[in-house]
Structures are given as structure tokens and as C-alpha cells.
């Protein structure tokens, strides 16, 4: 109508009027890396250019884009909710809006000779899958200043990494990183270390093997996470992994800008090599497809996420029923694949949303949340329900406060309930109920397994994911050697470890000897405290790290297993993760016990997460100083009353812990004298053997030993002793 076309025309004038006061007015409210940022010539043309992300804005700064008619200044369905997201938003989306699609100022920057980027295209790097970052292990100003480097983050949907693009990452670190590479909770390989004149050299190489970069960080879709596991002859597994790969693509930037800033405007050698899975579903015309309810933005470039793309990250899960591997819960949205009865025919998918980790400490507005159960669709409607979702985000989610800008705070604003009835009006089809699903469980795809197909997997777990080159474990050099001389290609999975497969039965013992002969453990060699373990990078490149994560967390396995050996609960295990800050990326909130930083050496307490990860987050305790010399003294009490007080001989520490309660863990944390557990029996301790009938020769060494085990497994020497020598016998 004639009104709708006065709106735009009226829009486009105000941008371009907007453009011109910013190009004549300095930003007062700017500031950069370095004060030689700022002088000379080339500082004023940058300083004046920048959106001012810092300054007053109206709407003509963040409004929509040239021919878009819905977004976030003008939902296609209204919803009342806190914020409008008319009157004013925060600065990244003021620096998005004026980015020209991604460009601007990165491409200016990207030209200078400084070793930085500035402020505004730190959050336009960050969708080309870039992040800034110092050496905070430099103490002194000047050092760090001069330390500037750039973490890459590669996109590889269900974390499949090809034999060819590892043997590429191995060596672009080793030329222009830091050596290593890290395998991160979402299945993507990270790179560190590269300094700015050699990133786009970096960024091109592994665009043109047939990888990218953009979209690993950003305000849009992120990787998309799948359980790690290459079952070609499973109907289930083999949707998952092929629906996964289309809604990656579905949801990519359609901006060209990555190709003009990288690759000069050129496309990669090499097109995505997942690609070739996804052919049948012609996702142009899907990505276009407009179903007249809202979906479609209008945008000339952007047909979904419009001028300013999403109001923050976007993560997004799929699986198949019973298989947890992914921490399904955490997501914005998470998906499962439900089959027909037949069990080879695919009939939909259940989906859940509002999940994520990330929150502020003492700031009760922000909370880690486990998303909510949605429904189903039908397999027809799943790519358009998604659109509808991510639709439902785009406008309504918000837009004035960033650290309330996910999916989740939407959700738990609206309620699920009304959060589905908006859906419903984009996809313009009602979401049917949840299907039931059985019991989830926390898989890690560790070991060996057959594929199905003749070939083997074979899951290494790799303690943080950090793949380098110590003098006693050579991951780095280990895996290129698989790669060179078997053949194999990787799966990095959501617990930042890596399954190799297509291993022909054949190498399958020379594979072990090449694992053994560079250091690495197999499965069985590895205690489970350490294999249900992750952690963040933190010190010393992320800017937000309070405490260390990474580099402490070998340490905290190795004494929560003696702690555990102490106590006669050497047989006990846990999901446990810690964290350098409360951003949750090594996804915390939802271990049973996990350690989250809150300053220097010292964690908040969080417990009570899930074993499996399904449905629920741990809780914060009232310990949020944990001095990292205190964990013994910390966790004692939690064990002792785990040990002595739980129902069954299998009550997992997170669920007792949540069923009990927190405050009562605490009251029982305040009470405990420190060695209290000694005299306190556990219920369900195996029951000691009759006086023995006989005896056996056994050397003095030997018993030392057996009594020792026998006492950290809270038996008696001669039950063990049965017991291991039955199981012997037994085969």
C-alpha cells in the first residue's frame, strides 16, 4: 500500500541523512586499542567514520534496511513484551546496522598497518569468525599492546573435519599460529595465534580447502552440533547428521562481504565439503521460500536475518532419541529425529528452545536456563518451523540490553506457551505435541566402534581439547600421522575430544601403536573423571578469563581422584567442568559439579547438574570465593554426604545433590568436621567376606597394594581379591 512504500522511502532518506551527519560529526564517545590509533591522518578518517557505537542513537541508526519490511523495529506479529526495540538499542547493533552487510569498518582496517582492529570491527570480525586477543600472561602495558593476535574459529558442521583440511589447519598453525589447535565444546577447531597481516592469508587458505570461517562467531547461527559418531547404515543417525548440515547452510550470512574482505571478491577453489550431502534440498529456494506470514524479511540481501541479522548468538543442536552427546538443553534450539515405526523412515523432529549458558555474576537478571520442549513437526515443515523461530528471535528478541538479548530470556519472558503461539503465526501451522522419548544419556562416543559399514571408529580423548606437542603426549604430530598414513578423517565431539574414522579393521592395532608410540591414552587407560571433564581456554588470550580454566583443570581431576581414593569412593565419577568466568562456555551450569571463575584463583560452586544433561541446570551454592588451594577442603563434605546418604548404590552426585537440595548441602557443608567421613558408613558398601578358609601366597608388595585399592573402593582385601580373581577366571 502507499503508506508501506512511504515507510521505506522515508526510511532510506533517514539512513542516508543519518550517513551524511555521521561522516561530518566526530564520534566524542570513541575510543581505541592504542592512542597512536587515533593520530595522524588516517586515525581522523576512521574516528570520524565509525558508527559510534558508544553515542546516542535513534532508529534511523539500527531501523530497517532498503526494502525490509520486518524486523525488529517492525515485527510481523505484535507481542507485548518489556522492550520494543524502537526507541533505542544497544551499540553492536548500531555497529551492524552500519556495517554495509558485514563490511564497514573492517574493510578499512584490514588496509592499515596497525596490529589491532578497532572497537566497532571487533564485533564485525567476530561474523567472519575472528576474535582479537592479548597475551594477558604480559604483565607489563607495553608488552601487551604489542602482543595483539587473532583466534580463528572454523564453521565444520557436525564437527566433521576431513583428513585434507586437518593435514591444512596442522600446518597453518605451525606457519602462522601459535603451534597447536583446540577443539572446541561446539565441534569446531580453533586457531591461535595469527597476527593481523597474515590473517587474511590464513582466512583464504582454508576457504579455498573447502572450509570457512564465518558464521563460527557472531551474531547469527554458530556451529551445528551433532553426536560425533559416522553411522552411514543408520537411519536415524544419518538424518540427523544430513538435516544438521542443511539448517548450517540454511541460516548462513548471505552477505558477500567474506568473500570481497578475503578472497578479493573471488569464490573459494573449493566449494564446502559438505555440500554434497545436502544437494537434494535445494535450500535457495527454501531460504527464499516466502510462506506470507512474516518470515521473510524483505531485505535485499539478508531474505531471513535482515539489516542487523540476529540480537546475538545463535547455537543450535541436533540428535537422535536416547543420545545426549550434545547437551541437547543448552540450545537455542535443539532438535531430535523421530522415526516412523519402521524405523527407516523419517517422520519429523521433536524441538526444544530457550537453552544457554551465559550470565553475569551477582546480576539475577542473567541466568543460565535449560531449554523447554516446544513440540514436533513434521519432516516437511521442519525447515519452515526453524525459519519461523529464528524469525520469532530476529524480531522480537532483545535488542536494548545485550546481556538479555538470547533466545532463552525471550522464552522465559513470553513462557513457553506464548512463545509457541508466535511461532505458530510466522510458520502459520500449529506445532504439535512433544513425541515421547526414551531416557537420555550422556554419551562421549569413546573407544571403538564399528561403523556399519566394514570400517571402525575410534574415539581419543584429548583433556581440553588442546591439540599440540608436549615432550609427553604428541596429539598434534599423532593425529597428522593417522591422517598421512591410514587415511582417516576426524569427528571432533561436543566434549572437546576427537573420533577417528573410516579405520580400516586392518590398521586397527597399528593405529593403537601409533596413539601409544606419541603418548595418548587409550579409553580404558583414561579415569572417568578426567573423560567427563571440560574447560574453557581462558588465561591467557580471552579477554573475559577471571581465573585460569584449561591449565588447572589436569590438576583438579587429579585431586578430585585422590579426594575420591581417600574417601572409599574410588569407584564414583561425575561430570565436572570449570570455567575462567560466568560466560559458561565450557557449558558449567550444567555439570554436577563444576567450578565457574569469579577472580583470581578463586570459583563459584556450582551443583547438581544431570548426569545425562537433560532438562534441568545445576545451582549456584552459597560459595562464591572458592579459593582454588580450598578444593579438597570444599568437596569433602559434598562426597561425605554423597557416600553416606544417597538412595541407591548408583545415585549419581548431581541427582543427589538435586534432590536433596542445595541449602541442605550447604547446612551439611557448615555442620562437617574435616574427617568426618571416616566414620561414616555407606549404606551400600559391599558387605565383607565370612572369615576366609584358606590362604593364599601373596608378596608383601602385592598386598600393600591390593589394600590400598581395597580402600579406595571402601571393600575389604579379600572381597577384592575374590572379585578380581573371579573376573579373571570368568574371561
Not at 176 to 195: E, P, S
Not at 334 to 344: A, H, L, S, W, Y
Not at 460 to 486: A, F, H, M, S, W
Request: charged content about 25%; proline content about 5%; hydrophobic content about 40%.
Amino acid at each position: 500500500d502507499v503508506s508501506s512504500k512511504m515507510a521505506v522511502v522515508w526510511r532510506g532518506v533517514s539512513m542516508i541523512a543519518v550517513a551524511i551527519v555521521a561522516l561530518s560529526v566526530p564520534c566524542a564517545g570513541y575510543s581505541f586499542p592504542a592512542v597512536r590509533a587515533l593520530s595522524g591522518p588516517r586515525g581522523v578518517a576512521r574516528r570520524a567514520a565509525t558508527p559510534c557505537m558508544d553515542a546516542e542513537a535513534d532508529v534511523g541508526d539500527f531501523g530497517l534496511g532498503l526494502g525490509q519490511k520486518y524486523g525488529p523495529t517492525s515485527p510481523a506479529h505484535p507481542m507485548e513484551k518489556p522492550w520494543t526495540n524502537t526507541l533505542t538499542q544497544e551499540g553492536v547493533q548500531i555497529v551492524k546496522a552500519a556495517s554495509n552487510h558485514l563490511r564497514d569498518p573492517l574493510i578499512a582496517d584490514m588496509a592499515d598497518e596497525e596490529i589491532f582492529v578497532s572497537k566497532d570491527s571487533i564485533h564485525i570480525l567476530k561474523h567472519h569468525g575472528s576474535y582479537m586477543q592479548q597475551n594477558r600472561d604480559l604483565k607489563k602495558k607495553a608488552e601487551r599492546e604489542k602482543s595483539y593476535q587473532f583466534m580463528l574459529r572454523l564453521k565444520v558442521p557436525c564437527g566433521e573435519v576431513p583428513g585434507a583440511l586437518y593435514r591444512e589447519l596442522d600446518d597453518l598453525s605451525n606457519k602462522y599460529g601459535q603451534g597447536d589447535l583446540r577443539a572446541t565444546t561446539r565441534q569446531a577447531f580453533q586457531l591461535h595465534g595469527v597476527v593481523k597481516g597474515d590473517l587474511k592469508k590464513v582466512i583464504a587458505t582454508i576457504a579455498n580447502v573447502g572450509s570457512n570461517t564465518y558464521g563460527g562467531c557472531g551474531d547469527i547461527n554458530r556451529n551445528l552440533m551433532t553426536p560425533a559418531v559416522h553411522f552411514p547404515n543408520n537411519p536415524a543417525y544419518v538424518n540427523c547428521i544430513k538435516y544438521a548440515k542443511a539448517v548450517a547452510d540454511l541460516f548462513k550470512p548471505m552477505t558477500n562481504a567474506f568473500n570481497e574482505i578475503w578472497l578479493d571478491g573471488e569464490k573459494a577453489a573449493t566449494v564446502e565439503y559438505w555440500q554434497k550431502d545436502i544437494e537434494e534440498f535445494n535450500l535457495d529456494e527454501v531460504r527464499h521460500h516466502d510462506n506470507g506470514n512474516g518470515i521473510i524479511t524483505g531485505h535485499e540481501v539478508e531474505p531471513l536475518y535482515g539489516r542487523t541479522y540476529l540480537p546475538k548468538k545463535f547455537k543450535i543442536a541436533v540428535t537422535v532419541p536416547g543420545d545426549n552427546s550434545v547437551d541437547l538443553y543448552i540450545n537455542d534450539i535443539g532438535c531430535v529425529v523421530i522415526m516412523e515405526p519402521d524405523g527407516v523412515t523419517l517422520k519429523g523432529f521433536n524441538i526444544v528452545v530457550g537453552g544457554g549458558m551465559g550470565r553475569t555474576h551477582r546480576k539475577e537478571a542473567t541466568f543460565a536456563r535449560a531449554a523447554d520442549h516446544l513440540g514436533f513437526v513434521k519432516k516437511d515443515d521442519f525447515f519452515e518451523a526453524m525459519k519461523a523461530i529464528i524469525a520469532v528471535q530476529r524480531d522480537h528478541g532483545n535488542r536494548e540490553v545485550r546481556s538479555a538479548a538470547r533466545l532463552k530470556y525471550l522464552v522465559h519472558t513470553l513462557g513457553v506457551d506464548k512463545f509457541r503461539t508466535l511461532v505458530e503465526q510466522y510458520h502459520g501451522k500449529p506445532i504439535e505435541p512433544w513425541v515421547a522419548l526414551p531416557e537420555w544419556k550422556y554419551l562421549d562416543w569413546m573407544g571403538w566402534h564399528e561403523q556399519g559399514d566394514g570400517k571402525l571408529m575410534l574415539g581419543v580423548n584429548i583433556e581440553q581439547g588442546r591439540v599440540r606437542d608436549t615432550p609427553e603426549v604428541r596429539v598434534k604430530t599423532c593425529l597428522r600421522t593417522l591422517v598421512d598414513n591410514y587415511g582417516v578423517d576426524l569427528l571432533l565431539t561436543p566434549s572437546q575430544s576427537v573420533v577417528l574414522r573410516n579405520i580400516e579393521p586392518a590398521h586397527k592395532y597399528n593405529v593403537e601403536a601409533v596413539l601409544r608410540e606419541h603418548g595418548i591414552k587409550l579409553i580404558h587407560e583414561v579415569d572417568a573423571i578426567t573423560r567427563k571433564s571440560i574447560a574453557c581456554p581462558s588465561f591467557p588470550l580471552c579477554g573475559l578469563a577471571m581465573a585460569e580454566a584449561e591449565r588447572v583443570q589436569p590438576e583438579i581431576n587429579a585431586r578430585l581422584n585422590a579426594k575420591l581414593r581417600e574417601m572409599g569412593m574410588a569407584n564414583d565419577e561425575f561430570v565436572t567442568r570449570t570455567t575462567g568466568c560466568p560466560n559458561g562456555c565450557a557449558r558449567p551450569y550444567m555439570a554436577e559439579i563444576a567450578f565457574v571463575g569469579s577472580g583470581p584463583n578463586t570459583y563459584q560452586l556450582w551443583l547438581g547438574g544431570s548426569p545425562n544433561q537433560a532438562e534441568r541446570t545445576g545451582t549456584a551454592t552459597n560459595i562464591f570465593k572458592m579459593k582454588y588451594a580450598d578444593l579438597e577442603v570444599t568437596v569433602e563434605p559434598i562426597f561425605a554426604m554423597w557416600k553416606s546418604q544417597r538412595n541407591t548404590p548408583d545415585e549419581a552426585l548431581g541427582d543427589f545433590c538435586h534432590r536433596v537440595g542445595i541449602p541442605a548441602v550447604e547446612e551439611f557443608m557448615e555442620k562437617y568436621e574435616p574427617g568426618s567421613f571416616k566414620t561414616m558408613l555407606s549404606p551400600f558398601a559391599p558387605v565383607a567376606l565370612p572369615a576366609p578358609d584358606a590362604s593364599v601366597g601373596i608378596t608383601s608388595a602385592l598386598l600393600a597394594k591390593l589394600q590400598e585399592e581395597a580402600s579406595a573402593r571402601d571393600m575389604d582385601t579379600a572381597s577384592l581379591l575374590e572379585m578380581i580373581v573371579g573376573e579373571a577366571l570368568e574371561g
